[in-house]
């Protein structure tokens, strides 16, 4: 057991400062402090942390820390924490750790018995789930799902059965993929994409995964919430649906009048499985 006192100790400290996600008004005075204070400043992205250094008036000696050279990194961390310097760790933004750089960092100080200490502020994850309207009592932070689509169906297989919403990071390249093979393996579930949070075009759609699934207007920096389990979730088979409607078309049926009756059959809105089925019939 280790027992660490943050602000009792005259030593140095490993300070984790969250820092603003779009707006930069929400740099906290406490972290515009601590980060005057440092003796070293580590940082993902040198020239991104410098802009937002510079703005505030901070000028310090910046060390990258960032996944490429994080095992190096975190040696040369150590060395000046050993020798007495205090740090304050930044990421490109958010909080440290949080989807960024730092969790080798934080072990090596707790191993050394040196203070780390969080300095509140953004995080993408949870300004989404406080404004979702999704059950926010229970929640589940994922992160990132891998960029394999194959990877991903088994991540949200593993995560089906869990009554917790659901909060993912995603680029904008991958939304609309994310939200088909979401839509598939949990079902057509309620759903929230928060973009651009706490910038000018920062925008929350409220909707289900299917008509999310039919935008392809999704860009800049998103979060993806997705409705936990329930026991009466039906888990309904597009790629089976789609099937159904393109055999009827062969023994020469209209798609519209096919995909009217495959709506009946599995009872979701005609018109957003007219949609659905034009957007992926080739796939
Ligand atoms: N450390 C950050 C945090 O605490 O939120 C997350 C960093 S992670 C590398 C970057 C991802 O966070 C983006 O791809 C996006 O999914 C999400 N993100 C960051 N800023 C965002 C914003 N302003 N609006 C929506 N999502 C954002």
């Known amino acids: 057991m280790k027992r660490q006192s943050s602000f009792l100790a005259n030593g140095p400290t490993l300070y984790l400062v969250a820092t603003p996600i779009g707006n930069l008004q929400e740099l906290s005075p406490r972290a515009i402090e601590v980060l005057n204070s440092v003796e070293y400043i580590a940082c993902e992205d040198t020239r991104n942390s410098k802009k937002l250094l510079t703005h505030f008036n901070i000028h310090k000696n910046l060390l990258a820390y960032h996944n490429f050279n994080e095992d190096v990194s975190t ?6 924490l050993l020798a007495g310097k205090s740090i304050a760790l930044i990421s490109d933004a958010g909080y440290p750790l949080v989807s960024d ?15 780390v200490v969080a300095i509140s502020g953004p995080n993408a ?3 989404a789930l406080v404004v979702s309207g999704l059950d926010s009592r229970h929640y589940l932070f994922y992160g990132f799902l891998s960029p394999k689509t194959s990877a991903v169906v088994k ?3 593993s995560l089906r059965e869990l009554p917790y919403t659901l909060i993912f990071y995603e ?3 991958r939304i609309q993929k994310t939200l088909k093979t979401a839509l598939t393996v949990l079902g057509n579930r309620q759903a929230v994409v928060a973009r651009e949070l706490t910038k000018l075009h920062e925008e929350i759609i409220r909707g289900d995964l299917l008509s999310l699934s039919l935008l392809d207007d999704l860009k800049g920096e998103i ?11 039906v888990i309904i088979d597009y790629s089976k649906i789609m099937a159904h409607i393109d055999a009827d078309v062969k023994t ?5 009048d096919a995909i009217n009756e495959a709506a009946k059959k599995w009872n979701i809105s005609k018109n957003e499985l007219y949609n659905y089925y034009h957007q992926n019939k080739n796939q």
Request: no cysteine.
């Open 75 to 80: 040696k040369g961390l150590m060395e000046l």
């Open 101 to 115: 750089p730092g969790y080798n960092i934080v072990k090596a100080a707790i191993n050394a018995d040196i203070p």
């Open 125 to 127: 994850a949870l300004d």
């Open 155 to 157: 991540e949200l297989t």
């Open 171 to 173: 680029a904008p390249h």
């Open 223 to 233: 979060v993806l919430l997705i409705e936990g389990y329930k026991a009466d979730d």
């Open 252 to 256: 020469g049926i209209k798609a519209k």
